[in-house]
């Protein structure tokens, strides 16, 4: 059987530290990741100034909004962040 071919497309945030699961390491430079409402809705790029390049374990209760949308989706080493979604 043969399947048609098919794509995926997948929105990911730019992410300065390559997606390893830190901040990024110029957060206030960083204005692609807006294009994502989310992300633009809720980045607080003061915060991330202060935090910026630590790993998102070092900041678990200030974690920047590209973490929901798949920010460390190259990352090598597992991540938990829970949360109760906004449909629920």
């Not at 043969?2 to 390559?18: E, F, G, K, N």
């Not at 830190?22 to 992300?39: K, Q, Y």
């Not at 374990?57 to 829970?82: Q, S, W």
Request: charged residues 30%; contains cysteine.
């Amino acid at each position: 059987m043969r399947l048609p071919l098919s794509h995926v497309s997948v929105r990911i945030p730019w992410h300065d530290t390559d997606w390893t699961g830190r901040v990024c390491a110029a957060p206030g430079a960083n204005h692609s990741c807006t294009i994502l409402r989310n992300i633009k809705e809720n980045k607080d790029p003061i915060q991330e100034e202060e935090d910026r390049g630590k790993p998102w374990t070092d900041v678990p209760d200030r974690l920047p909004p590209c973490v929901i949308e798949r920010g460390g989706f190259m990352r090598t080493k597992a991540f938990t962040h829970n949360r109760t979604h906004r449909y629920a």
